[in-house]
């Protein structure tokens, strides 16, 4: 089993940043792939950034340019938000894929005013 928790939500105005962290505990070797989806209300959950084992990024065409995701270790993803508009509030998670199993945090929320 694999625990994830989100933190580093919060309010901002429009075109600050925010950092978002996500660690991982319990079974964390051998974890692939993590992702970075978000939730706005009435609408889907989307794909915002995902990071492989190796390193390899990508993103949301919304998103490029303005967030960056990192993975300093097995257990941690950063993402960092730049220029947030008001468009970007919406609950954030993450996500990570063991062993054919794919596991959730609770999710953090970010509001950005304009």
């Known amino acids: 089993q694999v625990q994830l928790v989100e933190s580093g939500g919060g309010l901002v105005q429009a075109g600050g940043s925010l950092r978002l962290s996500c660690a991982a505990s319990?079974?964390?070797?051998?974890?692939?792939?993590v992702g970075w989806y978000r939730q706005a209300p009435g609408k889907q959950r989307e794909l915002v950034a995902s990071v492989t084992s190796s390193g390899t990024t990508s993103y949301a065409d919304s998103v490029k340019g303005r967030f960056a995701i990192a993975r300093p270790n097995a257990a941690t993803s950063i993402l960092q938000m730049m220029s947030l508009k008001p468009e970007d509030t919406a609950v954030y998670y993450c996500n990570v894929e063991k062993g054919g199993k794919v596991y959730w945090g609770q999710g953090t929320q970010v509001t950005v005013s304009s």
């Open positions: 319990g079974s964390i070797f051998n974890l692939n792939a």
